[in-house]
């Protein structure tokens, strides 16, 4: 049972200014029905001021409650002011919303955006928003997500790891082959000390043996093992499991989910670690 | 209230609870232990155990295990018996197995083991000729459950069990009642099933009790390894009240498989036609007469089903739903992603589960209901084209 708060419960159970606007100046969309939520958002100028705007929303409590305050934020604002308007606005207006749902108030802003493009046009509002990052590839095939969206939830949110990046913008949240490309785009946003580097092959073995030292290693022994590096070749880091470890039927996902892991964060995420 | 959600749980049975009070209070020794006052506890384990042999068709009582609920049954008969097979290295389940089993799966998967899924057509049945075809010799264990939490189909678990044990008879099958057990007739000893696992807290005993059953010949290593309760293959001090309860609720749940076949059958028909003549978007996700007589799934078109479940629970209904949003997923229902529903109504996709505790004015309160909140919500829907259609083709 998730957690949501009066105002989101007031809104699924009475949302505001459902419906559609005949003869609407602008629209926009965000969502599909294959993915589980989609919003269409109709907005009514009268100069650059929204004079009306209405909603419909195939999708859960939150994302009608999302959609259902979005609409009274907007009305009466000037385009300017509504296009400032982020999925952080929405959910704090709406008292918070559970972490896992924050990609409903993301679906708000979308539409909204999706919208004042029609009037902006595509690259002001980027500059406007402040969406530096160029090109606009898919990175999550399951749900459609581009990297920009992705980028502007890290940016907005302050979003730290993969997780977060898919409460947010669902990208990673069913197949999950796109999880290393997040990291990558989260690794980029912070500039991150340990993102992938051009490293010369000895640093590059340097640093490997140094993470395998002070931070595997010592973790290994506390289960009465221990590992050795042997080789590096190109990415592949050739190591092997001693004491207990060695023959113990779980050294497999030991190489694959601890190893090789720490690995991927600390040196360079193309590592793969192959026990010789 | 209304509570149409059994299949995640029940209620307990207020004679189950009875029957559990003395051993919750006064009754608190050890049953190992050597002292008279130990003989009623180990006594009440032992009519449990018998109560259970029945309840499953087993020989002996010998066969039964007590666990600490479905999933540890599962873990235990997978585990346990692959441990005891190492050389074998390939297993067969079903895309539409519950977690518990799945991503158990999933695990030895990663470390090596070849693991096939047989899937399902759109009613939810189980493709057998594909399963026939991936029966190796050196399959080490079969899996497949008895009926399916989420549609409540039953799959021919007695029919697989035999074709097992003339192909490949050292391979291993274990079936997952859970959803079977105390709705429809479970006779093992008639069957070719070697492991069988059932959890109490879905036919009206406590949760946190469970069963595993496991022919004589079936050799299993333990999960938890310790003292010599449940032969040496179980270890931890018996949980006696618990025990007591899921034996009383076996007993039980045996005198009303009638009324469940009859009774609780036409109350779940008699919602699943007024559902689908009254409400225009509802659509029946599996019709197929082999389900467990307590279970319909239904979806609901253009709807999303949490909107569905919150509006439910609005007005007393407890129901649950396949949709991603319920339980942050974000991906719908894997069984019915299996059959192949549309996503036009997967996402709106909603089970409805009875018990024999349902009334029926309570499901024709949800007949009446519920067009009126299908109504509401699909006026939300962004998607007025297709909804209209569906109206018109009423």
Known sequence: MWEYSEKVLEHYRHPRNVGKIDDADLIGEAGSLACGDSLKLYLKLDGNVIKDAKFQTFGC????????????????KTLDEAKKITNKDIADELGGLPQEKMHC???????????????????????????????????????????????????????????????????????????????????TYYKKENAVQELTPTQKILKISKVIDQQISPQL????????????????VQVKLTGVCSGCKNAAMTLKSFVESVLKDKVDANLEVEQV | MIYLDNNATTKVDDRVLEEMLPFLKDEYANPSSMYD???KPAA????????????????????????????????????????????????????????????TYKEFEKNGYEVDYIG???????????????????????????????????????????????????????????????????????????????SGHKFHAPKGVGVLYAKSDVRFTPLINGGHQERGLRAGTENVPYIVGIGKAAELA??????????VKRLRDKLEDGIIKNVFNARLNTGVKNRVPNTTNIGFEYVEGELILLHLSD????????????????????????MGIPFTALHGSIRLSLSRFTKESEIDYVIEKLPAIMDKLTSISPFQDELEKLRNQR
């Open chain 1, 105 to 187: 108030s993301v679906m708000g802003q979308e539409a909204l955006e999706d919208a004042l493009k029609k009037y902006y046009g595509e690259n002001t509002l980027e500059e406007e928003i402040g969406v530096s990052h160029s090109g606009d590839k898919i990175v999550c095939t399951c749900f459609n997500v581009t990297e920009n969206q992705i980028w502007e939830a890290i940016k907005i949110n302050n979003l730290k790891t993969v997780e977060e990046v898919t409460n947010y913008t669902k990208a990673g949240g069913a197949c999950g082959r796109c999880r290393g490309l997040i990291k990558d785009i989260i690794d």
């Open chain 2, 120 to 198: 399902v057509n759109s009613q939810g049945e189980l493709d057998i000729e594909e399963f026939k075809s991936k029966l190796r010799k050196d399959t080490a264990l079969v899996s497949v459950m008895y009926a399916n939490n989420e549609t409540g189909v039953i799959y021919p678990v007695e029919e697989i069990a035999e074709y097992i044990k003339s192909k490949s008879p050292e391979a291993r099958f274990f079936v997952d009642a859970v959803q079977a057990a105390g709705k429809i007739p479970i006779n093992v000893k008639d069957t070719k099933i070697d492991l069988l696992g059932i």
């Open chain 2, 37 to 39: 006052f130990a003989k």
């Open chain 2, 254 to 263: 045996q005198e009303a498989l009638k009324y469940e076949l009859s009774e």
């Open chain 2, 315 to 338: 007005i007393g209904v407890c129901a649950s739903s396949g949709s991603a949003c319920t339980s942050g997923s974000l991906e719908p229902s894997h069984v019915l992603r299996a």
């Open chain 2, 44 to 103: 009440a384990i032992k009519e449990a155990r018998a109560k259970v042999r029945d309840f499953l068709g087993a020989a002996n009582e010998k066969e039964i295990f007590f666990t600490s609920c479905g999933s540890e049954s599962a873990n235990t008969a997978i585990k346990g018996v692959l441990n005891c097979n190492k050389d074998k290295r390939h297993i067969i389940t079903t895309k539409v197995e519950h977690p518990a089993v799945l991503n």
């Open chain 1, 221 to 236: 022994q506390k289960d009465g093992g221990d590992i050795e590096l042997i080789d590096v070749v190109g990415n592949r």
């Open chain 1, 61 to 76: 409590g939150s994302a009608v409650a999302s959609s259902s305050i979005l609409t009274e934020m907007i009305i009466g």
